[in-house]
């Protein structure tokens, strides 16, 4: 997506570790006019696919989300971060190592929020080498939910999380994927 790409171009800042900071326009300051556009090319995207609900991730999953949500006219479930584990059963729940933190933490969702049958269009800020986009896989499967699909903001496509999710038959549409990106020169090359 054009309009993403021009933007990570002009406002991304490319971190030492492979981290790309795009917070003054998607996880921390949001731009919701390109939110919008975000929301109505997964919209047009996954035109052709039934979608029941979004399920994202706090906490930089949820702004996109909910406004992507507006095109389809669906719910949106978050999984929550969290310490401590359940024991009670109303939860589903999985364990997701960090990529920006390095540590692993629990996601739960309840189990209300998911059913059965229900199809899901997954939604993230980013997809690096795959772990948030598989716990919410996870989350999905324990319910019995089927995933029409998963929507990613930015893909860095030089790390693993997509080519494995495709080589899963998981349809995978990121709206900018960033082929490489150099730390000390600044550069980000798309592809
Ligand atoms: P993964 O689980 O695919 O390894 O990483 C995806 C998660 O880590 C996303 O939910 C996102 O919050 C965070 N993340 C991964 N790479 C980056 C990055 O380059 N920049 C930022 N800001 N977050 C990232």
């Known amino acids: 997506m054009r309009l993403l790409e021009e933007r990570i171009r002009k406002d991304g800042v490319v971190k030492p570790g492979n ?9 921390h300051q949001m731009d919701i006019e390109l939110f919008n ?21 706090e906490a930089s999953g949820i702004g996109i989300a909910a406004i992507a949500a507006q095109y389809f006219n669906v719910p949106v479930v978050f999984a929550k971060k969290t310490k401590t584990i359940n024991l009670d059963g109303d939860l589903y729940s999985t364990e997701v190592k960090s ?14 929020f998911i059913n059965a049958g229900d199809n899901l269009l997954i939604i ?22 089927k995933v029409a699909g998963v929507g990613i903001a930015i893909e860095k496509g030089f ?10 038959g998981i349809r995978v549409e990121s709206l900018a994927i960033i082929k490489s990106m150099d730390a000390e020169k600044g550069t980000i090359e798309f592809g």
């Open 19 to 27: 981290v790309l900071k795009v917070d003054s326009f998607l996880n």
């Open 37 to 57: 556009e975000m929301g109505k090319e997964w919209k047009r995207l996954y035109s052709d696919v039934k979608v029941d609900k979004i399920l994202t991730i």
């Open 99 to 112: 990529f920006t933190h390095q540590t692993v933490y629990n996601v739960v969702v309840s189990k209300r």
């Open 124 to 145: 993230d800020d980013f997809l690096a080498n795959g772990n948030a986009i598989n716990g919410l896989m996870d989350i999905a499967a324990a319910a019995g939910a």
């Open 159 to 168: 790390q693993e999380g997509g080519r494995e999710l495709r080589e899963k």
